[in-house]
């Protein structure tokens, strides 16, 4: 079955960057875009940014412009998602998310990686 | 960006009973490129409407979106005791950035 596997928890100092892992499995890597989204404890949901896997145009939300850095590797089938210069303000957890056409949504999303900034 | 704007933030109600959840977007939605997602705690969303109306894979017909233009809403015909989470809106149409609404609860009365 189709299968989005993130990277484990991590813990960050202010300042420092992150990257993140999304493996994807039981479909082909080159046909569906992936999404970043995340959520800080207790509140909603925040669509980051998102990469074509065939070819890897991205587009990014204006707030993580040039903060972020979101990649995609075909021969292992996995995007990264890197955001750098962390604040405490960037806890939260990360999901990536597969979106298989113009007109769905985000249809299988990953387990979420736990990111915690603290000094 | 279009803002998207849920209401209400908390709906109470009873196993059994229907649910409507509205989703105002402050511009017209492009090709009605709405979904719906539903998370329970500690939990991934899960994609239940896409394209304002159309149900997700596996997705039980007690669940049904509506709406075009600037307003959307999801419904539940009659709820579930599973039914109970945090639903979530999301616009995809257009150029990106590709908003969520700050999210409705759906808790047991």
């Known amino acids: 079955q189709v299968q989005l596997v993130q990277s484990g928890a991590e813990v960050k100092k202010p300042g420092a960057s992150l990257k993140v892992s999304c493996k994807a499995s039981g479909y082909t890597f080159t046909s569906y875009g992936i999404n970043w989204v995340r959520q800080a404890p207790g509140q909603g949901l925040e669509w980051m940014g998102w990469?074509?896997?065939?070819?890897?145009?991205?587009d990014y939300a204006q707030k993580f412009q040039g903060r972020v850095t979101m990649t995609t590797d075909t021969s292992t089938s996995t995007t990264y998602m890197e955001l750098r210069s962390l604040r405490s303000d960037d806890t939260a957890v990360y999901y990536c998310?597969?979106?298989?056409?113009?007109?769905?949504?985000?249809?299988?999303w990953g387990q979420g990686t736990t990111v915690t900034v603290s000094s | 960006e279009i803002v998207l704007t849920q209401s209400p933030g908390t709906l109470s109600l009873s196993p059994g009973e229907r649910a409507t959840l509205s989703c105002r977007a402050s511009?017209?939605?492009?090709?009605?490129?709405l979904a719906w997602y539903q998370q329970k705690p500690g939990q991934a969303p899960r994609l239940l409407i896409y394209h304002a109306s159309s149900r997700a894979t596996g997705i039980p017909d007690r669940f049904s979106g509506s709406g075009s233009g600037t307003d959307f809403t999801l419904t539940i015909s009659r709820l579930e005791p599973e039914d109970f989470a945090v639903f979530y809106c999301?616009?995809?149409?257009?150029?990106?950035?590709?908003?969520f609404g700050q999210g409705t609860k759906v808790e047991i009365k």
């Open positions: 999301q616009q995809y149409g257009g150029s990106p950035p590709w908003t």
């Open positions: 511009q017209s939605v492009s090709n009605h490129y």
């Open positions: 998310a597969n979106r298989p056409s113009a007109s769905y949504g985000l249809e299988v």
């Open positions: 990469i074509t896997a065939y070819n890897g145009n991205t």
